[in-house]
């Protein structure tokens, strides 16, 4: 609806001191329908989605879905933090690195970064 954009936009104008217009917000029914746009938006039939394992359930019915090519790497099972050497395996065709925190099933929180 125009006037939730309108709101949203606003509240992030307000809040975030970036210029954002109406038709800069993409509302959605819930998450799912969020990542799914997300992911839609941002990258094209055949570009590689990274997730750590174990994912989200959802991530690679998402991905799949959206024509994108799920790449699934290894985390460090003791602290659940992502390997060093899953970097590489990011290619020239990856465009989304996703990074859940809290991260779902695991509860690891990602600090911020400094």
């Known amino acids: 609806m125009p006037s939730a954009q309108d709101v949203a936009a606003a509240g992030l104008r307000r ?7 109406p038709e800069d917000v993409l509302l959605t029914t819930g998450g799912f329908s969020a990542i799914s ?6 990258a094209d039939l055949g570009d590689e989605v990274i997730d ?3 994912p989200w359930f959802m991530y690679e019915g998402l991905a799949v879905e959206a024509g994108l090519v799920p790449v699934e790497v290894r985390i460090v099972p003791e602290s659940f933090d992502l390997d060093v ?4 395996a990011i290619t ?3 465009r989304i690195v996703s990074v ?3 991260n779902n099933p ?3 929180i990602f600090p911020p970064p400094h």
């Open 15 to 21: 809040l975030l001191a970036v210029p954002f217009e």
């Open 37 to 42: 746009v997300a992911m839609k938006s941002v």
């Open 52 to 54: 750590s394992l174990p």
């Open 85 to 88: 050497g899953a970097i590489a």
């Open 92 to 94: 020239p065709r990856t």
């Open 100 to 102: 859940n925190t809290p």
């Open 106 to 108: 695991t509860r690891k």
